[in-house]
């Protein structure tokens, strides 16, 4: 290869798919061609405008080598895809190893959407997490999972560029959709009652810190049974105070186009009775016709379709929940909840 000018490299880095497209076969030759397209392409060389260019080429370059596949590096942490825990909506979560001996023994979460265009929904959880942990009461921060980094990560193979989120490891918590498999009579409305009042805490956590989530849904709400914690995940959907997007719930995950109230659909702008919709449509899914009448009309209240005639305030409706408990239950009292052994 002789020496390249500017279009040339970009010319051959753009066709490259992998690193052997770029660098050839030659173990021996591999090397110049590298240091060839490193000169046209090094920012200083031409003038600027190339450092998303060269970066692609380092990567590539660092594939070609052998780098490992399972790692991703970043200035201040290492970490080692450990295999995939989860697969999301439109992101992967893998369980990784911190090396720089992160939170509890190092095990984190990895999330990266399969799609890069959708790094911009990752943006927006990462931007959520942040205002929720800067801005929200701290007692209630363990309703939402924790923000350990987020970062641009490319990959070395195909150069694509994904914002990437790393979160805390979330042990022995289930989604409201495998309670919901695991009690297809549907669950007790006493065993529902503190997943509900949890859930409207944490909604009423992020509300007061200028967050909506936009999308509690069944596989968002992750319930600890043995502790009778609760953590709201996934905020990609999330709208934040101040977002230029104009309140509006940015997508909505298909499968579930039935569980939005109107406003998300119609492209309008959402509000705490958005969320609120959702959610109760998720406890009222998890108790199916276990649920006794004064409290599906509680329900429904909550799922008017008019946004102006629903509750707004996760804080007052959780103490109204709290009354109708009282009055069909008697005071609250600890129960144990369990999912089968096979869950």
Not at 206 to 228: K, N, S, Y
Not at 235 to 251: N, Q
Request: with cysteine; proline share 8%.
């Amino acid at each position: 290869m002789t020496t390249l000018d500017l279009d040339e490299a970009l010319a051959l880095l753009d066709r490259a798919r992998t690193p052997a497209e770029l660098f050839g076969d030659d173990p021996a030759e591999a090397p110049r061609v590298y240091r060839r397209l490193a000169r046209a392409l090094h920012p200083d060389a031409a003038g600027g405008g190339t450092e998303d260019a060269f970066a692609r080429l380092h990567a590539l370059w660092r594939g070609y080598r052998g780098a490992d596949p399972h790692t991703i590096t970043t200035p201040r942490h290492t970490y080692r895809l450990l295999g995939r825990a989860a697969r999301g909506d439109l992101a992967d979560l893998y369980r990784a190893h911190d090396g720089a001996a992160g939170p509890r023994d190092g095990e984190v979460l990895v999330k990266m959407p399969r799609d890069p265009g959708d790094s911009d929904l990752m943006e927006r959880e990462a931007v959520a997490l942040r205002r929720l942990r800067e801005h929200g009461e701290r007692r209630f921060r363990p309703y939402v999972p924790n923000l350990v980094a987020t970062f641009r990560h490319q990959d070395a193979a195909t150069g694509a560029v994904r914002r990437v989120n790393v979160i805390d490891r979330l042990a022995g918590f289930h989604s409201l959709a495998e309670v919901r498999a695991a009690h297809p009579g549907g669950v007790d409305p006493r065993d529902a009652a503190w997943m509900w009042r949890r859930l409207l805490v944490a909604l009423g956590f992020a509300h007061r810190a200028g967050v909506l989530h936009g999308a509690v849904l069944p596989e968002h709400v992750l319930i600890h049974p043995e502790q009778h914690g609760l953590v709201l995940v996934d905020w990609c959907y999330s709208v934040t105070a101040g977002h230029a997007a104009g309140g509006r719930v940015p997508a909505m995950v298909d499968r579930y186009a039935d569980r939005y109230p109107p406003e998300v659909p119609a492209r309008r702008a959402a509000s705490p009775a958005t969320d609120i919709h959702m959610a109760t449509g998720c406890m009222t899914h998890l108790m199916g016709d276990r649920a006794p009448k004064a409290m599906r009309l509680f329900a429904r209240g909550c799922r008017l379709p008019a946004q102006n005639r629903r509750p707004g305030d996760a804080w007052r409706l959780l103490a109204e929940l709290d009354e109708l408990l009282e009055r069909l239950y008697g005071p609250r009292r600890f129960r144990p909840f369990a999912m089968p052994p096979d869950r």
